[in-house]
């Protein structure tokens, strides 16, 4: 921890890391599914995103954990308190304003608080090691080299520290974006950087930035250098959705040596993930095939799929779709992407 000796037992309270979720977004890309659920409680190998995130921060020292929440928000809060147990505080952003507004809603829990803040997007699924930096005397920010730098904000370097950042640039500088990963060694430098950009209506493309208070903080002295993010994982649309999960599933497989496994007369090809009392009968299941508790898969053959919570498949051939809960999925061979309590028959 970056603090003196002298204010150890003092601040002991204050020094515990605190980490910041924003999971309030809609998730329009994602629709018909975001109509019913939040986006981060859609199904990815196995889990919803937001518990992959959960998961990672298992492996360090978490003083709590606030989520904004937003869009049917109440499920999250139920999923991750049975699930996990940390300690969690909930913001309501009730008007989605941007993720600078998001991290601004959490001022009156951590804007006087003296210790480490971390900012995760509640879509950044990632492969990364905090380690390196919890506790380091410099902010981080997350960042990976991408194709199309437009996207996404993107940071400018000098040696290893950044010097500048600007949100979704027609012309970006680099090739290096913001990935949805952020440090702080104190998080009130940021807070008092936010108020100002909040006070004076400071917004780029109608949103209220993250980006415009870290560039103002950078103005104001604070130092920060990248921290490269080896495995990130876009979760915002169909087709990024079902390319993390296979990648997710070649991942965390337990088969070995992807050979296929015999289940109660159907055949497993691994990698999948298959839930706790779903049903395979008569049917070939996978790879990359994620089935979620409670759902039936009946003489159908699905690969490189989703299939959420009690669901029924039957007489099918997926490939390549997304089935949300409850829902009832009969027929032929198609490309699907079926929202909450639909029912479809196709002969």
């Given at each position: ?33 975001t ?6 409680m859609?199904?990815v ?14 492996k ?9 929440v ?12 049975r ?28 804007r006087?608080v ?22 380091s ?6 960042v ?16 290893d ?6 949100e ?34 400071v917004?780029t ?42 990648i997710?599933?070649s ?11 015999e289940?109660?007369?159907s ?22 095939v ?13 690969k ?44």
């Amino acid at each position: 921890m970056p603090f003196g000796a002298c204010n150890l037992a003092r601040n002991k309270e204050n020094m515990g890391l605190r980490v910041i979720i924003p999971v309030a977004g809609v998730g329009t890309r994602l629709r018909p599914h975001t109509h019913t659920a939040p986006k981060v409680m859609l199904q990815v190998a196995g889990k919803p995103m937001i518990g992959h995130i959960l998961d990672e921060l298992r492996k360090y020292d978490v003083e709590e954990i606030t989520l904004v929440v937003g869009h049917l928000g109440d499920a999250i809060r139920d999923y991750v308190t049975r699930a996990y147990d940390f300690k969690f505080q909930f913001v309501t952003q009730e008007e989605l304003k941007g993720l600078g507004h998001a991290i601004w809603m959490t001022g009156d829990l951590y804007r006087k608080v003296q210790s480490p803040l971390l900012v995760i997007l509640g879509d950044t699924i990632f492969d990364a090691d905090f380690k390196a930096i919890i506790g380091s005397d410099s902010n981080y920010i997350g960042v990976k080299e991408v194709e199309d730098g437009r996207r996404f904000g993107i940071v400018e370097l000098e040696g290893d520290q950044i010097v500048s950042m600007v949100e979704k640039p027609e012309h970006p500088p680099t090739n290096l974006a913001i990935v949805g990963i952020y440090y702080f060694t104190d998080g009130r430098m940021l807070y008092k950087c936010l108020d100002e950009v909040v006070e004076k209506g400071v917004t780029t493309k109608g949103e209220i930035q993250l980006t415009d208070a870290l560039a103002l903080m950078l103005k104001q002295g604070a130092r920060m250098k990248p921290f490269v993010i080896e495995g990130w994982y876009d979760c915002g649309k169909p087709e990024t959705l079902l390319s993390t999960n296979q990648i997710l599933l070649s991942k965390n497989t337990t088969a070995t040596n992807g050979q296929p496994e015999e289940r109660n007369g159907s055949l497993i090809m691994h990698p999948v993930s298959i839930g706790k009392d779903a049903v395979l009968e008569n049917s070939i299941v996978g790879p990359y095939v994620t089935v979620a508790e409670g759902s039936t898969i009946r003489n159908s053959v699905i690969k490189n799929s989703i299939v959420s919570s009690h669901c029924l498949v039957e007489n099918m051939l997926l490939d390549a779709s997304i089935i949300a809960d409850h829902a009832k999925v009969q027929g032929t061979y198609r490309q699907l992407n079926v929202g909450d309590s639909s029912e479809i028959r196709l002969g």
